[in-house]
């Protein structure tokens, strides 16, 4: 008995659950403010002349259903096979299986199934308990995170129950959890050049246009987990309409398969999109990143300007190792699409407004100018006609052409302008920060509108130097010269003849 309390001693002075190692790239979980119940699974009693805190003269203790716990323990297919507990009948049975077992070291699985099957059958209200020296008997504990989290709370997380030993020394608890992670990203465009951006925090485009996204979960602790759920909160704004596919990749292998998505337009206009999987252990470890992308169409209902139109996502998670039905949450991210209003005057040559003109948009893409997004390309007129709006455009190339002219005025000559914009590329809230356009045209960043008017001079064209007129009149006149000298050198030799 001295041998196995020496060895006991040595097992159950470490905490065999709770000192999980935190990944490096996921979050570190702030345990500080969390509360914690004891549940006494082994009694015993120290001697004072000890010095290893060997619990000797075990039985069970007042935190567990000792009987219900044996069986459970006896029938577990958690410890391998056999079952090292199979012969167990008392609580002594059970402290010295696991003194000699090499299943039972610090941070092992058998030590993990052993205080999940302690959690399913402990008892009691138990006794509150916290870091430091404590006041609980002696004893061998389960260590229960019991925190109450705040409504909407982000970044929760429990420990799984540990296993501590009481009476000498001190009370460690250890807390090592982490917590998942969730980021969302966008591409932008170059309609130019035909090339995309890496992934950003903003991107902006024309109405019209397919839009890339990107969602990329790194997992946080999911030791003690049986299960590990994770489910994805998508909300696209009213001027985003969902296109898909939504795929999923884990180390750039498609699993997709492991995954079911759901997709809900809500009262507010905003679409909701959900992807959601019941064990990611099936395929990734912790630490490890899963990578979602989708797409969707910047459409009709777009908000012009800064204010953007915001993509934004947050996790749904497995947060209690001890409780499958508990789930947590991260802080939302979001990405912001921008795009923006052009707005043309029409005037005389006295600065006045001017009906009856019409104008097409063209925009370079590649190295020719093409009809600005299909049927929308000509400008939407007042009722007077005399102003244009292009609802919904991105940076870029364009080409402004008039393509009806007022009666009794002389067409207006193309106008070639760029547009740039600049918006926070990495940033948890990006902005719009700047909105210019080439002479003539002119930007205004707090409306995200870009203006330009448009002149008319009245009167008629009239042929010029140089001019197809002026060929036709040359042409004439050498025509009626070279038939005057014809008739000349005729009526001579007719006279000779003569």
């Not at 979980?29 to 004072?48: K, M, N, V």
């Not at 069970?60 to 391998?80: P, V």
């Not at 009149?473 to 009626?480: D, N, P």
């Amino acid at each position: 008995m001295k041998n196995t309390k020496a060895i006991l001693a040595l097992l159950l002075i470490f905490t065999l659950v709770a000192s999980l190692t935190v990944t490096a790239n996921a979050a570190p979980a702030d345990l500080s403010g969390h509360q914690y119940t004891a549940y006494q699974i082994f009694a015993g009693s120290q001697e004072e002349a000890t010095t290893d805190g060997s619990l000797a003269r075990i039985d069970w203790g007042t935190g567990i259903s000792g009987d219900a716990f044996l069986a459970a323990l006896k029938s577990s297919t958690a410890f391998g096979s056999p079952n090292p507990f199979r012969t167990a009948r008392t609580a002594a049975d059970v402290a010295t299986i696991m003194s000699e077992s090499q299943l039972f070291v610090d941070n092992s699985a058998a030590s993990d199934a052993f205080s999940k099957l302690a959690y399913q059958y402990k008892v009691g209200d138990g006794q509150p308990c916290e870091n430091g020296v404590t006041t609980l008997p002696a004893g061998y504990y389960l260590v229960v995170d019991t925190t109450e989290f705040a409504d909407n709370a982000t970044n929760t997380v429990r420990n799984l129950a540990l296993l501590q030993l009481t009476g000498k020394g001190t009370f460690a608890i250890n807390n090592k959890a982490s917590v998942p992670t969730v980021e969302k990203k966008v591409k932008d465009n170059n309609d130019t050049a035909g090339t995309l951006s890496n992934w950003q925090d903003s991107a902006d485009y024309d109405i019209g246009d397919v839009v890339p996204f990107q969602v990329t979960v790194t997992l946080g602790e999911m030791r003690g987990y049986d299960t590990y759920a994770v489910k994805v909160w998508d909300t696209l704004c009213a001027g985003l309409t969902y296109q898909g596919p939504v795929t999923v990749t884990h180390n750039d292998i498609d699993v997709t398969d492991y995954f079911t998505s759901g997709i809900a337009t809500n009262q507010d206009g905003t679409t909701s999109l959900t992807v959601e999987c019941d064990n990611v252990k099936d395929f990734a470890a912790a630490g490890e990143t899963i990578v979602f992308t989708y797409s969707a169409v910047l459409n009709e209902n777009a908000v012009i300007g800064p204010a953007g139109n915001d993509n934004t996502v947050y996790l749904e998670y497995s947060n209690n190792p001890n409780d499958a039905s508990e789930k947590g949450k991260t802080p939302t991210d979001l990405v912001r699409v921008f795009t923006y209003l052009l707005h043309l005057n029409k005037v005389d040559q006295d600065a006045q407004p001017l009906a009856g003109a019409e104008f097409t948009l063209y925009k370079l893409v590649g190295n020719d100018y093409v009809a600005w997004n299909g049927n929308k390309s000509v400008g939407v007129a007042n009722a007077a006609g005399t102003e244009f709006d292009w609802t919904g455009l991105d940076d870029g190339q364009y080409k402004l052409v008039e393509t009806r002219t007022p009666d009794g005025y002389n067409t207006a000559a193309d106008i070639l302008f760029t547009v740039t914009a600049g918006h926070d590329v990495v940033s948890d809230n990006p902005q719009l920060t700047s909105l210019n356009g080439t002479a003539p045209v002119t930007g205004e960043l707090s409306t995200g509108t870009l203006s330009v008017d448009v002149e008319n001079e009245g009167g008629v064209v009239l042929p010029e130097t140089g001019s197809e007129g002026t060929h036709m009149i040359y042409m004439l006149g050498s025509a009626l010269l070279l038939g005057g000298l014809i008739l000349i050198v005729t009526r001579k030799r007719v006279g000779d003849a003569a």
